[in-house]
């Protein structure tokens, strides 16, 4: 073998173990990325938040329902502007609950959250009509 070839051989080498270093780092983020986001069953769900002293909790439905009844201590964040407002000053540390009707609203805010850097995501399984089938607590006070 002459050393041009050499050469060649041994750069060739050295670009497959840089694409697989870079492969494996996009492999490594992609999972850390799924991790901080913990998607939940109602009963799961409730149990956690439990735990938590300095959660905060997102309504992602309509305005209207949200004044009819919501979750305990909820905020409301109906577009991605007010999401983003609401977590403005939050720290990126702060576990974060999402929910919504029946799941399809949350995924998108959860989209937004995750991109946003926060670390700590849960999502409610199946949304509040799941939540309300479990017998779980809402609180219905009027709001207006």
Same mark, same amino acid.
Do not use: C, H
């Given at each position: 073998m002459n050393i041009q070839a050499l050469k060649q051989y041994q750069i060739k080498g050295i670009l497959t173990v840089l694409i697989l270093v870079l492969l494996s780092g996009i492999c490594f983020e992609?999972?850390?990325q799924k991790k901080k986001v913990q998607r939940l069953e109602p009963v799961a769900?409730?149990?956690? !938040?439990a735990r938590q002293s300095n959660a905060m909790i997102i309504d992602?439905?309509?305005?209207?329902?949200f004044?009819?009844? *919501?979750? &305990?201590?909820?905020?409301l964040a109906v577009s991605q502007?007010?999401? !983003?407002?609401?977590?403005?000053?939050?720290?990126?540390n702060r576990p974060l609950f999402v929910y919504c009707e029946f799941g399809? *609203?949350? &995924?998108?805010?959860?989209?937004v959250l995750a991109g946003k850097g926060f670390t700590?995501?849960?999502?409610?399984k199946g949304g509040?009509?799941?939540?309300?089938?479990?017998?779980?607590?809402?609180?219905?006070?009027?709001?207006?």
């Open positions: 992609g999972i850390a769900f409730y149990e956690v !938040l992602t439905r309509p305005a209207y329902k004044e009819e009844y *919501r979750m &305990k201590d909820a905020v502007k007010d999401l !983003l407002k609401v977590v403005k000053n939050q720290p990126k399809d *609203r949350s &995924k998108r805010a959860i989209k700590t995501i849960y999502e409610l509040l009509e799941e939540w309300m089938e479990q017998g779980l607590e809402i609180d219905s006070t009027i709001l207006k």
